[in-house]
């Protein structure tokens, strides 16, 4: 079992930025692929950013490409999600979800895959 519990959602202006964290605590030894959706009002949540727990290349949704970066810590188990150059558009409320794997899958942005979700945290992007 994983819990996780997601912080750092507030209210900025378009231009600014956020850094968002997800506290993981649980069966934190096995390996995960660990990610960040959004599903704002009206629309279907989506693919933000993902991580597998033991290391690798990121992998990130086209609308938040060169602006965020995913990125996580070992050693306090939590993953981050830095939000830089924050448009309108990325107002939403951010999950952080987690999908327990082994080295033969591999990591994307299938919901129905995560079998963990936080709570969720709440950005909102003024223009």
């Known amino acids: 079992q994983l819990q996780l519990a997601e912080s750092g959602g507030a209210s900025v202006q378009a231009g600014g930025s956020l850094n968002l964290t997800c506290s993981v605590s649980?069966?934190?030894?096995?390996?995960?692929?660990m990610a960040w959706f959004r599903q704002a009002p009206g629309k279907e949540r989506e693919g933000v950013a993902l991580?597998?727990?033991?290391?690798?290349?990121?992998t990130y949704g086209d609308s938040v490409k060169g602006r965020f970066t995913i990125s996580q810590d070992s050693a306090k188990n939590t993953l981050h999600l830095r939000m830089t150059n924050l448009e309108p558009g990325d107002g939403a409320r951010y999950y952080c979800a987690a999908e327990t794997t082994n080295s033969l899958w591999t990591c994307a942005f299938d919901q129905s895959r995560f079998g963990y979700w936080g709570q969720g945290t709440q950005v909102t992007v003024s223009s």
């Open positions: 649980g069966s934190t030894w096995r390996e995960y692929c």
């Open positions: 991580i597998r727990s033991t290391g690798g290349v990121p």
